[in-house]
């Protein structure tokens, strides 16, 4: 099989910001000869549940807008962003960047593309298996999320980016005040080892087989 260099991915929810990037740069025989090992990056463009503090001009066209736009940066925004502060595991724990479910139809794509990494799947997965990828400052959280009973595909791969740990009062007080007055849109690059790569293969397969045991029933 010829080898896939890049892959793009999509959210179920169809927004365009929700774009998931995938490259692999195969190692020449002398860069293995040398122990490197083969990675995948995982590129994506992490953006928060809200605008600026500053609403855009479009939110004075509509009153509903607007009530809706006051809502979620007046209240809900400086909330969070005053809970990091005092608690350090809430980023952590709760996440404040918009999460991405991959579409169901794109899974097998998926599964080639991280094939190309290992061929061993890992067998031991249930619904509460978790894969976590982290960089510098973020982590993301892969997960198997159950949406709707009455879906015909009722489970889907979801990854989420949260903040890492933070204990530092100053660098909490700081990441706080620029989430609540800015977007937070960044892109931000993971690394897909072999073991990392088995785990979502296996977690790929639990929701392909179940899904399809759900529909013959």
Same mark, same amino acid.
């Given at each position: 099989?010829e080898?896939?260099k ?21 190692l020449?025989?002398?860069e ?35 009530r809706?736009y ?15 502060i005092?608690?350090? $595991?809430? !980023? ?8 991405t479910?991959?579409?169901? *139809?794109?899974l %097998? =794509? @998926? ?37 709707f ?8 791969l979801?990854?989420?980016?949260q ?15 620029? $989430?609540? !007055? ?12 072999? *073991?990392e790569? %088995? =785990? @979502? ?17």
């Amino acid at each position: 099989m010829e080898e896939i260099k890049e892959l793009y991915l999509g959210c179920e929810c169809m927004d365009l910001d929700h774009i998931s990037h995938l490259v692999f740069f195969p190692l020449t025989e002398e860069e293995k000869k040398d122990g490197e090992k083969n990675k995948i990056y995982f590129r994506v463009k992490f953006i928060s549940y809200f605008d600026q503090i500053i609403p855009p001009i479009r939110y004075f066209y509509s009153l509903s807008d607007w009530r809706e736009y006051f809502y979620y940066n007046c209240f809900k925004k400086v909330g969070i962003g005053l809970k990091n502060i005092f608690h350090r $595991y809430f !980023f952590r724990e709760k996440g404040i960047i918009d999460f991405t479910n991959f579409q169901n *139809k794109d899974l %097998s =794509k @998926l599964d080639i593309f991280l094939s190309q990494l290992t061929d061993k799947i890992d067998t031991n997965i249930t619904h509460q298996s978790i894969q976590r990828l982290l960089n510098e400052r973020w982590s993301i959280y892969f997960s198997i999320e159950k949406l709707f009973e009455d879906q015909e595909l009722p489970y889907q791969l979801e990854w989420n980016p949260q903040f890492l740990q933070c204990q530092n009062i100053w660098r909490r007080i700081k990441n706080s005040f620029a $989430y609540i !007055f800015g977007t937070y849109c960044n892109e931000q690059e993971f690394e897909i080892t072999e *073991k990392e790569a %088995s =785990k @979502l293969r296996g977690m790929i397969k639990w929701i392909q087989k179940t899904n399809e045991k759900n529909n013959k029933e």
